[in-house]
């Protein structure tokens, strides 16, 4: 355990924490959502998505994972043209906000060089309010550098483009977490729609685990990527 890369913050112990966060000082902040993502996926997609995605990228480029945040706003609950009132829990945009400033205010003073936060729900203004306020910290100071971001942000369109429990989404919980998964509650004699199913892009009937994997990969690769020049500037 000594000499982990490593860890989730919440799990460990005072020491193992300094351990890692010598050699290397990220965080990691998988920023999800409670929100109704149709009948086939749980409620927790975008928490697990961002999580598991955040657990990956920390194995590689090393560094702690905060516990997921499952709050968020502009849900599906709130689209014009949809009624899906249930299963989802929303917050307003402005405590949003304020979470995200005292989160990393207290990241930036424990003197964190890089904080990676990945939002796994890209509604907006919800999305543009974390990134935001992750801008405003990196003109302030020069000590650390706050990225903030959405999963698709660094993946080709062809593989991954913002969607809402489509083929991408699914994909990615069929591989991180199978069992919450249901294809077979999607409609099989029509089209998937937005108004009917909460799906917004590719069809998810299509959904796979070797897709999931392809882009969880392709995503770890990217955002390490970009974590080793930070740490050339950062470090
Ligand atoms: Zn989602």
Redesign the pocket.
């Known amino acids: 355990m000594d000499d982990a890369n490593w860890g989730h913050f919440d799990r460990m112990l005072p020491l193992q924490i300094e351990a890692i966060f010598k050699k290397n000082p990220i965080a990691y902040i998988p920023w999800g ?1 409670i ?1 109704y ?1 149709g009948n086939h996926n749980p409620t927790g ?2 928490t697990h ?1 961002a999580y598991h995605l955040c657990t990956d990228l920390a194995k590689v480029s090393g560094g702690l994972v905060f516990p997921p945040i499952s709050l968020a706003a502009n849900l599906i609950k709130s689209y014009k043209g949809v009624d899906f009132p249930k299963h989802s829990i929303e917050f307003s945009e402005r405590l949003v906000r304020s979470i995200c400033e005292e989160y990393l205010e207290q990241l930036i003073s424990q003197e964190f060089k890089i904080v990676v936060l990945l939002s ?3 509604g907006q203004p919800h999305l543009d309010i974390l990134k935001d306020v992750a801008e405003r910290y990196n003109k302030k100071q020069t000590d650390c550098y706050i990225w903030a971001l959405a999963e698709f942000d660094i993946l080709p369109n062809e593989l991954l483009e913002a969607n ?2 489509a083929l991408g ?1 699914t994909s990615l919980q069929l591989y991180y977490e199978p069992q919450t998964v249901v294809l077979d509650n999607l409609p099989k004699e029509r089209e998937v729609t937005l108004k009917q199913d909460a799906v917004s892009g590719k069809d998810p009937r299509l959904a796979n685990k070797k897709l999931g994997e392809q882009i969880a990969k392709t995503f770890v690769l990217n955002a390490s990527k970009k974590i080793e020049s930070f740490k050339q500037t950062y470090f």
């Open positions: 959502a929100e993502h997609l975008d998505k796994g729900h890209a809402h429990s989404e």
